[in-house]
């Protein structure tokens, strides 16, 4: 028995109704680590036309977790699903924690990879080394929650997890979610898309068997250090005493609060909206992920008022509450949580939502649509009421729902033209809650990650501009120690985010939680190694992890290349290249050639071509020359 | 005070009898390391136009230590010579070990960087923070030993330690060396020969300062250990026992013994120069480093007889036994230990020196020289006495001995078309004692490294020729796994040599020894990070390191650039495309068309265009940027 990982993964074929094991061996495991690495294996393996549609049958799906995954340690809790894209038809990948990535490794799986499309609502039933695929006919039209709860009954054991989407999956919306534990969710990219067009409405997950561990003492003792020692910290304490919308204010002051469709950098209702106040008003508690003390995930509870929330649906992060609040314009945190529990409910994605909702929102206040569209709603900036009619309209496909549930990019191109001057989208995927103009890195990471406009390619510009700051002293083993201005865009700034896009990488091919391990954070970069060494023996390094990751991010551009993304998709939507209004970024855009020098500058510090193709050389420097065989 | 390093950089200039101290900080400590890193951050900012002739008084001699040097474990004795190369005309480089390093530490510097040409013989006295440039006439014509007895006379001080000429640097012997203690050696690439041209005849050093450590327990805790472990280690214990030479049987066995001038891979009179022989025979104990217990330096004496040796210049290594016995065709070992004491005394890089020797018995036997070309010796292979003959008169360039003063290259051109077939160099530099035909990854380091046909680019292919290579297992932390034939030269062969180069290369700038540190040997890639964390007290990582030293190697590359090194030099002679005499390889030869596209495809996984040049992108994520404008 190898240690940390199980060596099987699940393949599932919905189509044949097939289900196998495959074994892969402990090179598999040290290439490909786990999460987007093993995710990227089998779609590259596996999809042989990446052009296909995302809905189509030869699609892939992929749950993957890492060879860390489940281990008793904070931050230990995730799960990459993965699968082309509905809004790119790219990579599309999500990240989600809770409890069912290490209940799928007690099972005795690493992954479960999925092809094919079954004719009826079915869903997996994984339990201790076995699949099964059951009718899901009876949960067809069922929210998250309700999904998980019937599972369970059917079943017959209260602690089976199910990853499993609501109707926003089944109705195809392009950014649907998929949840476990109702709010743990893979929220970006449209997986939960994917799952609706395979007719898979969950994935329930059940194990006895006990991950080995090289060396338990070392995990428990580092878990027993991190539980003392992460109060001290400045960014864990944050998210412990009010969880990711902490650092709301912090973005307001610095002018780089997403704001009316991200018109404006600075939102003069942030007050009511942030963590703080979240917690003084309607917030009853917090939970949090397998393994892990820090509880970043807040529970609000509305009893009374048209935006009355249960509290089981969780509480809004910074991205839904920027997303729902400041970015479209609206001040009531109460609308914010319904919105948030719409999402959770019918799974969501709140970063799309929102954003899409802005977009509309602009489509409205510029007269490109009208109440005839929307289907009554005056979708002025602010409407609250109007905001959350309309997640519930997504979620259902209803009146200008139905075109929303497209996505921005392509809700703009039929809105008309000149709408697109506002959509807010890369590659089709919508803007996350940054500004870019305010920190040129995330911008870059927006246009060249793999997803699409994604803000977690790196940490953000603001954390490194400054000589002592201690996100800077976290990356000392990268030989990283220039302080760089956020609105810098030259060479450094190129290095440093592809330093810290590739350490990022190692969060995600291992599938550890960047709150808890990322620079900044409680564990450093040593810790990690140490965690993984303790699990699984391998004499690893910082040296082998970062390569590992780059090797993962040069295979997720060989899918975008083979799907026939190209370097004219690697740019920011327009919004970004004319002045951000207010705050200090004020007057500020994107500066269109430098960005795209930039770029170009990725590529090549990439070792990838000029179209942004990673060279041979390139593919044999990080032994996976296979691939040049899909080439 | 910093811990490991002293902060401070020696400048001389002996043109205008300048003496200066520049003080560096951590960044530039951080960023360089030292050795190669150090010497090469000199080399390119005062070297305005590298390509001025190796002996202009604008050439450049840097003497540089590490971080670490002088710290109290095994192997840390080492320090690096570095200029513009009289044989290749690119960059020069050779490390030596023994006490001298150390001293040059406690002595309040971490590097001497020398300017200028004194018109005077002139020595420099290093001691406690200061500098004189003191008069040499009466060291002059003396050797390496005379040199060093007589400063510490004048100086009045046994414990002086100097690094010194002997005749063949003042003769400028293309390939003179630069010795400390007699014995320990800066051989390669003729520093030895700069230090003349700028009548440097020594640089002697004694002080009394500490280095900080910045945990000392850890460091005496890790030599500890490595006293206790480094006999159970094989390459270790080979070393203890026998010296460099205990291998000399095993390349013999695999065929890969350069023999006559590189035209057989065999010698059938292995058996009598090897190591075990020489312990049994010749030898009379043994010697080390600074803080190391290995002791790989073997002594040996021959009290009577035409090659009577002197203890004191210690006994020959495997390249010396290989350059003068093998591939000479001596079975002589009392001659090649002769030889062994000549280049000691006189300071002559033992493998250069062989090499050119072998060069002229195959020029005699092809009928280029005769007789009245060798000052009446018969050059036959074999020839002992002729042999030593002719490393006196090289060393004093008499006879033929000038003309092979200027090294192989030089010499071929001279003694006609035709003899470049035989001529066994890559840009200037003689071939070490390694056979490329049955070790390509070897040949590729030849080609392309940045000194020429130097064999310390990597380890050697052979160790990685089997799945359970403990050599393998070694470097598990770069990533590495997969067994590779000796012969293959594909794309995998130099993604190895690529991450072993750089590897190898972290000796290099930390000035550590190979025989300690390298894979294979005691200490491993983690201890290593430790020593370097407990001296400086860094979150190092091999991350960090490795990219400091391709840091290093893309700075070499732009010197050589400069200096006019193209594509068509980073090539192998004429010999190892023709196919190999005797033994396993038989018949073999390089293949020429793999081994040109092996070249390209290094240049692309460095990071370099395809004229070899570093790219910009490829400067800037190595943080060095600075050297576009030398460009």
Redesign the interface.
């Known amino acids: 028995m190898p240690f940390g990982y199980m060596g099987r993964i699940l393949r599932v074929d919905l189509t044949k109704k097939k289900v196998w094991i495959e074994k892969q061996d402990e090179?598999f495991y040290?290439?490909y680590v786990g999460g987007r690495g093993l995710a990227l294996y089998y779609l590259l393996k596996l999809i042989s036309d990446p052009r296909i549609g995302a809905y189509d049958p030869g699609n892939v799906l992929a749950f993957a977790t890492s060879v860390v995954t489940g281990a008793p340690f904070p931050g230990n809790s995730r799960f990459t699903v993965a699968a082309k894209s509905p809004l790119t038809g790219g990579y599309g990948e999500s990240e989600a924690g809770g409890f069912w990535a290490p209940e799928l490794k007690r099972a005795g799986f690493d992954a479960i990879v999925i092809e094919g499309t079954s004719p009826r609502p079915v869903f997996l039933w994984v339990h201790d080394g076995q699949c099964e695929i059951r009718d899901a006919q009876k949960l067809w039209r069922k929210t998250t929650g309700e999904t998980e709860d019937i599972i369970r009954k059917e079943l017959g054991n209260s602690k089976i997890r199910a990853a499993c989407i609501g109707q926003a999956g089944e109705n195809l919306v392009r950014y649907a979610s998929i949840h476990n534990g109702i709010k743990h969710v893979n929220g970006r990219t449209g997986m939960g898309a994917v799952m609706g067009s395979k007719k898979l409405k969950a994935v329930a997950v059940k194990g006895t068997q006990k991950i080995s561990l090289y060396n338990e003492d070392k995990v428990r003792e580092k878990a027993r250090w991190f539980t003392q020692k992460f109060k001290d910290n400045p960014v864990n304490s944050i998210l412990f005493e009010t969880g990711t919308s902490g650092g709301l204010l912090g973005l307001n002051d610095l002018g780089v609060l997403p704001t009316r469709n991200f018109q404006e950098g600075v939102f003069e209702g942030a007050q009511k909206i942030c963590g703080q106040k979240m917690k003084e008003t309607i917030g009853v508690g917090k939970e949090g992920c397998f393994a892990c003390p820090v509880g970043c995930k807040k529970k609000v509870e509305i009893r009374t008022g048209p935006f009355s929330v249960d509290h089981k649906y969780g509480g809004p992060e910074y991205e839904t509450i920027a997303a729902f609040g400041s970015n479209c314009g609206i001040d009531d945190l109460e609308a914010v949580a319904k919105a948030n529990e719409l999402c959770n409910k019918y799974g969501l994605d709140t970063i799309s939502t929102g954003n899409v909702i802005a977009f509309a929102m602009e489509s409205y206040q510029k007269g490109f649509i009208d109440t005839n569209d929307t289907g009554g709603i005056e979708l002025t900036f602010g409407n609250a009421p109007g905001m959350v009619r309309l997640v519930e309209d997504i979620a259902m496909r209803r009146n200008l729902g139905n075109l929303l549930a497209e996505g921005v990019k392509r809700a703009s191109e039929r809105i008309g033209k000149g709408s697109e001057e506002f959509a807010v989208h890369v590659k089709g995927e919508e803007a996350a809650m940054h500004e870019p103009r305010g920190k040129l890195g995330v911008g870059l990471g927006y246009a060249v990650g793999p997803k699409g406009a994604d803000h977690i390619e790196m940490e953000h510009d603001e954390c490194f501009a400054s000589k002592d700051s201690e996100f800077l002293t976290d990356v000392?083993?990268?030989?990283m120690?220039?302080a760089l201005d956020p609105t810098d865009i030259g060479?450094?700034k190129?290095?440093m985010f592809?330093y810290l896009q590739q350490l990022w990488g190692i969060y995600m091919i291992l599938d550890i939680c960047i709150f808890v391990a990322a620079p900044g954070r409680t564990f450093?970069?040593?810790d990690i190694l140490e965690l993984v060494k303790a699990v699984t023996g391998?004499?690893?390094?910082?040296?082998?992890l970062?390569?590992?990751s780059e090797r993962a991010l040069s295979m997720a551009r060989i899918f975008n290349v083979k799907a026939g993304i190209t370097p004219r998709h690697d740019s920011l939507p327009a919004r970004f290249f004319t002045p951000l209004k207010k705050g200090n970024y004020q007057g500020k855009s994107v500066p269109r050639k430098e960005f795209q020098d930039a770029v170009k500058?990725y590529y090549?510090?990439m070792?990838w071509d000029d179209e942004g193709v990673p060279?041979?050389?390139?593919l044999?420097?990080l032994?996976i020359?296979w691939i040049r065989e899909l080439l």
């Open positions: 090179e040290r290439k000392e083993p990268l030989g120690s220039d060479l450094k190129v290095r592809i450093k970069l040593g391998w004499e690893t390094s910082l040296f082998e970062m390569k590992a500058s090549r510090m070792g060279t041979i050389e390139k044999a420097e032994d020359d």
